[in-house]
């Protein structure tokens, strides 16, 4: 199947800013159907019903895709395209009323990401990138920044919320990072953190315990632009292998040596 990467993308944000419509809507309806699937993991009807909106407008724009996709574990990759989807990247957030909460959708032929759209609906900024192309927000065109030492990095990171089996390791991390560099922020959305790295409002990012779904988007739009993403090993199983690093071109390699030496005691 030969594809437009550009238009296909471009339709692709389209449905993807329809579903923010929809979801935004239902959170001023505060028709918050809470349900839990687990200690602090909570989702709502609006996550579910969002879902399937991506699910069934995505599989009409390219058939017999596959899907990987947070509410619907039982959907499987296809032969050669396959949607990795977010309907609501930090929905702990959204429950409360609290932004960053995001839309995370990215394409896989043959195993390689060729678009990235991850919609933060809180300011309303659309990033988005497709193979062969730059990463841009909103039309404007965005790059990673130009900062070249951790001290002068803001790093972002995730608080595990339900594999704490590294906790003393990231604890360790935290204090590392508080004291080298011009500060840690928590925004509760691995997608939008992805998105901040790439556009250049922070100049790294690390967690563990992440979905697919959680970085496929956001990492495609790193390296769209000019970034670099790996697993804390510096390795390239950051999507399926629960870990990810992400930066700057100028900082990578610092900032991956200490995860690494840090996350991995």
Not at 115 to 120: D, K, L
Not at 163 to 173: G, H, K, T, W
Not at 181 to 188: A, C, D
Request: aromatic share 12%; glycine share 8%; charged share 20%.
């Amino acid at each position: 199947m030969d594809m437009n990467y550009e238009i296909l993308c471009q339709k692709v944000i389209t449905i993807v800013r329809k579903t923010g419509e929809f979801i935004k809507s239902e959170r001023q309806k505060n028709r918050l159907d809470i349900e839990s699937k687990g200690k602090n993991d909570l989702v709502t009807h609006v996550d579910k019903a969002s879902e399937e909106q991506l699910i069934k407008q995505l599989g009409e724009l390219v058939p017999n895709s596959g899907f990987i996709a947070e509410e619907h574990t039982d959907l499987k990759q296809g032969d050669q395209f396959s949607w990795i989807i977010d309907p609501i990247d930090g929905t702990t957030n959204f429950i409360h009323g609290l932004s960053p909460f995001a839309i995370s959708v990215a394409l896989q032929e043959n195993n390689e990401t060729v678009i990235g759209v991850v919609y933060e609906l809180g300011l309303e900024e659309c990033f988005y990138s497709w193979k062969g192309g730059e990463a841009f927000c909103n039309g404007n065109v965005i790059s990673t920044s130009s900062v070249n030492s951790l001290s002068e990095s803001l790093i972002a990171t995730g608080f595990p919320y339900s594999n704490y089996s590294r906790m003393d390791e990231f604890i360790q991390s935290l204090q590392f990072f508080m004291n080298n560099t011009q500060g840690v922020r928590r925004m509760g959305s691995a997608a939008t953190d992805l998105a901040y790295v790439a556009c250049g409002r922070f100049e790294s990012f690390y967690e563990y315990n992440l979905k697919p779904w959680d970085v496929a988007a956001g990492a495609f739009l790193v390296t769209q632009a000019g970034g670099k993403v790996s697993d804390f090993s510096g390795n390239n199983n950051f999507l399926f292998g629960r870990e990810i690093v992400a930066a700057n071109e100028h900082t990578y390699k610092e900032f991956q040596s200490h995860v690494k030496r840090l996350m991995n005691n």
